[in-house]
């Protein structure tokens, strides 16, 4: 008999590569794995994992990605970061129906209620939209992730430091992006018990001080916290290439924080646990696992 094939479009980027990986891992001897990006050319890191096929696939060409998507029973949408996103993922979703896919899973975000905010407009839209589209589907809405503490290695490693415009006595949920991966990865290959619903995964709830704190012990020297004000921070975020909606979109996540909002603090942060029978990762184990690239 021939293995159900799940497919996870947008595998190139870290939710994407992480599931991939929690896949090929966990579940090869029963799924068949594809991975579909925009250049397998540049898909590196998912070459020669076990059961995985790179597979060339654009959001944005409906009429091709139906055809790619044929045989495919569960799909994976990786909602893209672009400010087409909303667009996009539909696409991706009716072009999922059309080849006769009959599960969608497909990434939100925790603020998807906030419609006055950027981020909360655009997560609004896909999930009002989704459900409408005659498909079993279900939503992985996404804190902040875990993994942003990267962006943080230069200054920690140079001048023992973090910069940023947010509140760092404020707590905030966080995702680990491997926790994420393992979460959809299990969805997708049981996704019966998945069917019309809707997941906040968190792997931990922090503040910039407690993160200074266990880079601090981990490091063996204090590690700082500077705050900066937002102006500032969007100079140096724009001077990064970022585009200014999304600026401005992350910004408005961040003042969610500083705010103290129940929404950026999840109050129930069993999901992981529930989905996938493991714990997730703390923020301990976060630092102490990336802390070598640090020192």
Known sequence: ????????????????????QALSSKYSNKVEIRAGVRNPDKADKLKGLQGVQLVQADMGDKEKLTSTLKGVHALFVVTPGAEQRVQLTINAVEAGKAAGVTFVLVITGQTEGLTDTILGRQLYKIESTVPKLGIPYSFLRLPFFMDNLWGFKDTI???????????????????????????????????SD???????????????????????????????????????????FLGFGRPEWQVDGLFEFFKLFDSGSPVVQVADMSAYQQITGEKPTSLKQYVAQIAPAFK
Request: hydrophobic share 40%; proline share 5%.
């Open 1 to 20: 008999m021939a293995k159900p094939v799940v497919f996870v479009l947008g595998a190139s980027g870290s939710i994407g590569s992480a599931t991939i």
């Open 157 to 191: 490693k140079n001048q023992s430091t973090i910069y940023s415009p947010m509140d760092p006595t404020k707590p905030f949920a966080a995702v680990a992006t491997q926790d994420a991966g393992n979460a959809a990865a299990t969805i997708l290959v049981n996704p």
């Open 194 to 236: 998945h069917y019309n619903k809707a997941y906040v995964i968190a792997s931990d709830r922090y503040s910039y001080n407690d993160v200074v704190r266990e880079f601090s012990s981990v490091l063996g020297r204090e590690i700082k916290f500077v705050r900066v004000s937002y102006e500032a921070a969007k100079q140096t």
